[in-house]
């Protein structure tokens, strides 16, 4: 009896132990599976973070909009700024003379006919003194051409003397007109050529108008035609040649927009249109000149100054935002959309709560929040580079144009601590 009793125990003690082991075995799983569905959780990193003005003010958070822009399929190239020829003048004294006044400075805007300089020369009196002889010689000569008719008429004279006399009038008339001409490119009235009105100092004026570019003489130098003063550019015809090489001509139309940076200076983007495309190589650098017009502003451009341009050779417009606006994390690239603002709840008082816990709570600032949507980048270009982003988005969202790599990493912080149990 005390045998079967025996084992009736162990059987007991046997299955009540397995069923403790079952219970452990099975909170066991319960607990793994709780702490995986965490895990879970925890892998499913949040991509909302909330930032307040404060914290935005002191990063230089800034927010922008998608902009929308034609960054695919350009071609970039060299070129640089000129004046067509016609547009732009040497400044020069017609007869020789000394720089008595010199007028402008380098950078002043002249109009045409305004006088530059002054120039001074005893042969100028020269001139005019011969011109009003001849026109003494003339009204003799007139006179003994006359007497030669009537003495010929009368059969007094001799033939030849007529004709002499006819030849040496039309010689004074011819020398008269030609020193008129002269006299008039000196800038003188002819009609008001005397003797008591003999001008030894000429004006010099510009031919064109615009802004003067280089300056050449100076007060006590001699100059003729062949020495320059000053040089004179018309800014306001600008052009822009374009340096294009054989492989990318079939690309080039006229009338395509070109975009265009000063190569000292790439801040500022300019635009120009293509109206004439060249048909010889410059030089020995295998390019063709490709001619431009400059749109819009021309302000800061000038004559001679190197650029850098795209020209777009397909017409697709992508979205696209400010290179600073992308940010990059574990080989990905992500932007931060605003999606909405929270404000600071009113506080509802509880009897019996410490007053300066009620005045931490009415110091909390509006919330800005911000969601992590990944992005594909496309062409970069000025600034800008293409998106696809991996979600939709509103055209009139509000992106983070600048520090988004803080909002990221208080995403990045707030994953961590999470993680931390």
Same mark, same amino acid.
């Given at each position: 009896?005390?045998?079967?009793?025996?084992?009736?125990?162990?059987?007991?003690? &046997?299955?009540? =132990?397995?069923?403790?082991?079952?219970?452990?075995?099975?909170s066991d799983q319960?607990?793994?599976?709780?702490?995986?569905?965490?895990?879970?959780?925890?892998?499913?990193?949040?991509?909302?973070?909330?930032?307040?003005?404060? $914290?935005?003010?002191?990063?230089?958070?800034k927010l922008g909009?998608?902009?929308?822009?034609?960054?695919?399929?350009?071609?970039?190239?060299?070129?640089?700024?000129?004046?067509?020829?016609?547009?732009?003048?040497?400044?020069?004294?017609?007869?020789?003379?000394?720089?008595?006044?010199?007028?402008?400075?380098?950078?002043?805007?002249?109009?045409?006919?305004?006088?530059?300089?002054?120039?001074?020369?005893?042969?100028?009196? $020269?001139?005019?003194?011969?011109?009003?002889?001849?026109?003494?010689?003339?009204?003799?000569?007139?006179?003994?051409?006359?007497?030669?008719?009537?003495?010929?008429?009368?059969?007094?004279?001799?033939?030849?003397?007529?004709?002499?006399?006819?030849?040496?009038?039309?010689?004074?008339?011819?020398?008269?007109?030609?020193?008129?001409? $002269?006299?008039?490119?000196?800038?003188?009235?002819?009609?008001?050529?005397?003797?008591?009105?003999?001008?030894?100092? &000429?004006?010099?004026?510009?031919?064109?108008?615009?802004?003067?570019?280089?300056?050449?003489?100076?007060?006590?130098?001699?100059?003729?035609?062949?020495?320059?003063?000053?040089?004179i550019t018309d800014?306001?015809?600008?052009?822009?040649? &374009? $340096?294009?090489?054989?492989?990318?001509?079939?690309?080039?139309?006229?009338?395509?927009?070109?975009?265009?940076?000063?190569?000292?200076?790439?801040?500022?983007?300019?635009?120009?249109?293509?109206?004439?495309?060249? =048909?010889?190589?410059?030089?020995?650098?295998?390019?063709?000149?490709?001619? =431009?017009?400059?749109?819009?502003?021309?302000?800061?451009?000038?004559?001679?100054?190197?650029?850098?341009?795209?020209?777009?050779?397909?017409?697709?417009?992508?979205?696209?935002?400010?290179?600073?606006?992308?940010?990059?994390?574990?080989?990905?690239?992500?932007?931060?959309?605003?999606?909405?603002?929270?404000?600071?709840?009113?506080?509802?008082?509880?009897?019996?709560?410490?007053?300066?816990?009620?005045?931490?709570?009415?110091?909390?600032?509006?919330?800005? *929040?911000?969601?992590?949507?990944?992005?594909?980048?496309?062409?970069?270009?000025?600034?800008?580079?293409?998106?696809?982003?991996?979600?939709?988005? *509103?055209?009139?969202?509000?992106?983070?144009? *600048?520090?988004?790599?803080?909002?990221?990493?208080?995403?990045?912080?707030?994953?961590?601590?999470?993680?931390?149990?």
């Amino acid at each position: 009896m005390k045998r079967y009793f025996n084992i009736i125990l162990l059987v007991f003690t &046997l299955t009540f =132990s397995g069923i403790s082991l079952n219970a452990c075995k099975s909170s066991d799983q319960k607990e793994e599976k709780s702490a995986a569905n965490d895990d879970d959780d925890h892998d499913e990193e949040s991509t909302i973070a909330e930032v307040t003005q404060a $914290q935005m003010d002191a990063v230089g958070i800034k927010l922008g909009s998608l902009e929308f822009k034609n960054l695919t399929a350009n071609i970039t190239v060299n070129g640089f700024l000129r004046v067509p020829n016609q547009n732009k003048a040497d400044i020069t004294a017609l007869y020789g003379g000394v720089i008595k006044n010199l007028r402008v400075e380098l950078g002043e805007r002249v109009s045409k006919g305004q006088v530059v300089a002054t120039i001074e020369n005893p042969q100028f009196v $020269q001139l005019q003194e011969e011109y009003i002889t001849t026109a003494s010689r003339i009204t003799q000569a007139e006179q003994e051409l006359s007497r030669q008719q009537e003495l010929n008429e009368g059969n007094a004279g001799a033939k030849r003397n007529l004709q002499n006399a006819s030849a040496d009038l039309t010689t004074l008339r011819t020398r008269r007109a030609s020193l008129r001409q $002269q006299i008039m490119m000196m800038g003188i009235n002819p009609d008001q050529v005397n003797d008591s009105n003999l001008r030894n100092v &000429l004006n010099v004026t510009s031919p064109v108008s615009g802004i003067v570019s280089q300056v050449y003489g100076k007060v006590g130098s001699f100059v003729d035609v062949s020495s320059p003063i000053a040089e004179i550019t018309d800014n306001s015809q600008l052009h822009l040649d &374009l $340096q294009i090489f054989e492989k990318d001509l079939p690309k080039i139309k006229v009338g395509q927009v070109v975009d265009f940076t000063l190569t000292n200076n790439p801040a500022t983007v300019y635009k120009a249109k293509v109206f004439n495309i060249g =048909s010889s190589f410059q030089n020995d650098s295998k390019t063709i000149a490709v001619h =431009s017009t400059i749109q819009g502003d021309k302000t800061g451009l000038i004559d001679g100054m190197n650029i850098t341009a795209a020209l777009s050779i397909a017409d697709v417009i992508s979205m696209a935002v400010p290179d600073a606006s992308i940010v990059e994390a574990d080989g990905k690239f992500y932007i931060f959309v605003q999606v909405d603002t929270k404000e600071a709840e009113p506080h509802v008082h509880v009897e019996g709560e410490d007053h300066d816990d009620i005045n931490d709570e009415n110091d909390h600032e509006p919330e800005f *929040s911000f969601e992590k949507i990944e992005v594909a980048k496309g062409v970069s270009y000025m600034g800008y580079t293409g998106i696809t982003p991996a979600k939709e988005i *509103s055209k009139a969202a509000k992106i983070v144009i *600048s520090g988004g790599f803080f909002i990221n990493a208080k995403l990045s912080d707030s994953g961590e601590e999470g993680h931390a149990h």
